[in-house]
């Protein structure tokens, strides 16, 4: 039984044949409104820093985000960055030209005081981008923040707590697949355990993005920064998506999003792709049912994926390729296998 319905709105049904309307996305829409409406009351309001440098530099902030950077949660974590920034500059009365590295220098220290190292990191990366974008535009001579340096951090274990193979297998097995959304979860997880994938890439995948060539099925992931790669899908996650599709029925237009939004707590389904933030929730309750740590992160299965495979004989240079990541270093992060021999020498400290 198809459990999916059409979208609470005016207008033809999504579902319903292929002459239906294509819907333009919100972004899109903010976009090609008037440029006056957007720089006051659209998606990435100016700061009252910039909109006093005039109208020039409100246009140019404005683009480094609708122009410079396309991945979105990129732009949402930059946004949340600059806007700190040109606030606290705003409590002190600092004009826009009169920022200078001493002054960026204070805010990272205050920085240090209330954030992690990663993070006043990444605030620090957004001021000097956007500050580069605002050189280029001549609205500002110097960028303050190219000489600033932030914190000094290393990791070389990362934090991503990881499921063992029995976990993992525990927590798909707990998903009740009697229902639409059980086989969507279940399908979800896997992808992101047999991918080695973010869950952004995951969430963004459209029906056209798994796909056949001869016998094998294939899974396309588009990336950060706009890369995509394709990797062989595992004979589990092609069962469950396979399973997940053919109860869903609607594996038959390519453009529609794979994995599709609940209607509030019901079992229902609509055609409108699921979001990571709501895929984040959906891991942590699934989590939670099948008496794992509530600690657990979309992040979990790229790390528990990528352990489980080089613990099975696989190599770091191929769990790379299969992650899609430029270094192996990063690769490494997520590689587990150490701790169980680690904990085996320290337990050799016998007093």
């Known amino acids: 039984m198809i459990f999916i319905v059409k979208h609470l709105s005016t207008g033809p049904p999504i579902l319903g044949g292929h002459n239906h309307r294509r819907h333009v996305s919100k972004d899109t829409r903010e976009l090609t409104q008037s440029s006056a409406s957007i ?10 820093i910039i909109e006093r440098q005039g109208a020039k530099a409100a ?25 700190d920034f040109f606030a606290w500059l705003g409590d002190r009365n600092v004009s826009l030209i009169e920022i200078e590295p001493v002054i960026v220098a204070a805010y990272v220290e205050y920085l240090g005081t209330i954030y992690s190292k990663p993070t006043v990191k990444q605030h620090l990366a957004a001021i000097r ?22 914190p000094a951090y290393s990791i070389k274990r990362g934090k991503t707590p990881v499921l063992t193979a029995d976990e993992a297998r525990l927590l798909l097995d707990s998903i009740d697949i009697a ?8 399908a979800i997880i896997a ?35 706009g890369k995509h790669h394709e990797v062989p899908a595992h004979h589990t996650a ?9 109860a869903s029925g609607h594996g038959f237009d390519k453009n529609y999003p794979l994995f599709l939004s609940a209607i509030g707590r019901t079992n229902r389904l609509r055609l409108a792709p699921l979001s990571r933030h709501d895929a984040f929730r959906m891991i942590k309750r699934r989590a939670i049912t099948a008496g794992l740590s509530d600690k657990i992160s979309c992040h979990t299965f790229r790390a528990t994926g990528i352990t489980a495979y080089l613990d099975n004989g696989g190599t770091i240079e191929n769990a790379q390729a299969i992650a899609a990541h430029e270094s192996p270093r990063t690769t490494k992060l997520y590689d587990r296998t150490s701790d169980e021999i680690t904990l085996d020498e320290i337990e050799r400290i016998r007093i």
Request: positive net charge.
């Open 179 to 186: 229902t639409l959304v059980g086989l969507r979860d279940r």
């Open 59 to 83: 246009r140019r902030y404005f683009e480094f985000f609708t122009v410079n950077i396309r991945n979105r949660n990129t732009r949402e974590a930059y946004h949340r960055a600059l806007n």
């Open 129 to 150: 981008m956007c500050m580069d974008w605002l050189v280029v535009g001549q609205i500002i001579p110097m960028n303050p923040a190219s000489s600033v340096r932030g």
């Open 238 to 246: 092609e069962q469950y998506l396979d399973a997940y599709l053919q």
């Open 39 to 48: 720089l006051r009351k659209g998606k990435w309001p100016i700061p009252a």
């Open 191 to 225: 992808t992101m355990l047999f991918t080695f994938a973010r869950v952004s890439a995951v969430v963004g995948m459209k029906v056209d993005d798994y796909y056949q060539i001869g016998k094998r099925s294939w899974i396309r992931l588009h990336e950060k920064g």
